[in-house]
Nanobody, 114 residues
Framework: QVQLVESGGGLVQPGGSLRLSCAAS????????MSWYRQAPGKERELVAT????????NYVDSVKGRFTISRDNAKKTVYLQMNRLKPEDTALYFC???????WGQGTQVTVSS
């Protein structure tokens, strides 16, 4: 069935960059908007970025505008999140989701620390 596999997280210093990937299967990928969420310990899960089915429309939470870029490759059924100028407050477990299917992957951990 639906499978979402996030990858690309890691430990990075403040000001550094990471590129997250989410490989999707089990549904018609090109027919859905895709979103990245993040959740820090003790915090609510937060919507970070969304991209439309064809990749022409994107939206971001204010705190990441100008630093993060969401993109997708429908042929590869993969959505990406390029994260630049990372800050400690970006530290969280990052998930992707097909809007609005009730499925989540295991997430990929991003830790921003010196």
């Amino acid at each position: 069935q639906v499978q979402l596999v996030e990858s690309g997280g890691g430990l990075v210093q403040p000001g550094g960059s990471l590129r997250l990937s989410c490989a999707a299967s089990g549904f018609t990928f090109s027919g859905y908007s895709m979103s990245w969420y993040r959740q820090a310990p003790g915090k609510e899960r937060e919507l970070v970025a969304t991209i439309g089915p064809a990749g022409s429309i994107t939206n971001y939470v204010d705190s990441v505008k100008g630093r993060f870029t969401i993109s997708r490759d429908n042929a590869k059924k993969t959505v990406y999140l390029q994260m630049n100028r990372l800050k400690p407050e970006d530290t969280a477990l990052y998930f992707c989701r097909a809007n609005v299917l009730p499925y989540w992957g295991q997430g990929t951990q991003v830790t921003v620390s010196s």
